[in-house]
């Protein structure tokens, strides 16, 4: 008999051909141009699942610089004690301890790295609170602090993405001293608030010397590029305690969630 009648082929090439992978287990397909939009909502719904599970209606976002550190330089650790009591005061007074039913709110979310970052994080674990880390992947590489609840830690790596999670459960935001990245996240927020893509949340700028020394926020009015109004969309404010009587004052809620229509995206 010859051989090909006696020895069946063998499928082994089939069997190692990319097309035979389970798509869902297939890197190479997941990671490609086409699955982009996939790849979009597995990094809205993995975040999204786990705050859900958490009860985390609405959040407090805590912007400032991942260089600022507790034994820097200058003003850094008056900046990085403050932010950690900001963490601390909102934990405690803001409802992310209360569980309204299985809700919990004005939990505290930062970008989930160092400095005021991690500052934030650190005085939401000083009031035994959860809290929430929204790390990014970076060329040099990011890692998640050690004071955010390791099941609200989360790695994104669209920026885009990663600033709607910190956007729409937001309640409020309270900016310490940063740069670049701060001002990205500062403005986009204002952006929104401008346009009335987000719902009216009060804004806190913490160290007025700091912020009115980078940014000549008055010029910006004179000029016509904004409103004198629009000057109005936030507030500066010293220290922490400060920074939570601002919030109050600015009709900051104790236990509701963020308007529905931001908080749905539409």
């Not at 400095?115 to 609170?129: K, V």
């Not at 740069?179 to 500062?186: A, K, R, V, W, Y």
């Not at 400060?242 to 529905?260: C, E, N, T, V, Y």
Request: some cysteine; hydrophobic content about 40%.
């Amino acid at each position: 008999m010859s051989p090909s009648s006696s020895t069946p082929p063998s499928n082994a090439p089939q069997m190692a051909s990319p097309a035979y992978r389970l798509p869902a287990l297939d890197r190479d397909f997941l990671l490609g141009d086409s699955m982009r939009g996939v790849r979009f909502l597995l990094e809205y719904e993995k975040a999204e699942e786990a705050m859900r599970a958490w009860g985390v209606r609405s959040t407090i976002v805590v912007f400032g610089s991942a260089r600022i550190r507790e034994d820097g330089p200058g003003r850094h650790p008056v900046w990085y004690r403050e932010a950690r009591a900001f963490g601390r005061i909102a934990s405690q007074r803001g409802g992310a301890l209360t569980v309204n039913g299985p809700l919990r709110d004005n939990v505290i979310a930062t970008g989930g790295g160092p400095g005021i970052m991690e500052a934030a994080n650190r005085g939401a674990c000083d009031a035994g609170a959860p809290s929430i880390g929204f790390n990014i992947a970076l060329p040099h590489e990011q890692e998640p602090n050690a004071y955010s609840t390791p099941a609200l830690t989360f790695s994104f790596h669209y920026f885009a993405m990663r600033k709607m999670h910190l956007a729409m459960r937001a309640n409020a935001l309270v900016v310490f001293p940063g740069g670049f990245g701060t001002l990205d996240e500062l403005f986009e927020l204002l952006t929104l608030r401008q346009t009335n893509k987000a719902p009216p949340l009060p804004v806190i700028l913490v160290d007025e010397n700091y912020w009115r020394t980078i940014i000549n926020f008055p010029a910006l009015a004179e000029a016509g590029m904004i409103s004198e109004t629009e000057t109005s969309i936030f507030q500066f404010a010293e220290d922490a305690e400060d920074a939570w009587r601002q919030l109050l004052a600015q009709g900051l809620g104790l236990a509701h969630a963020p308007s529905a229509t931001f908080a749905a995206g539409k």
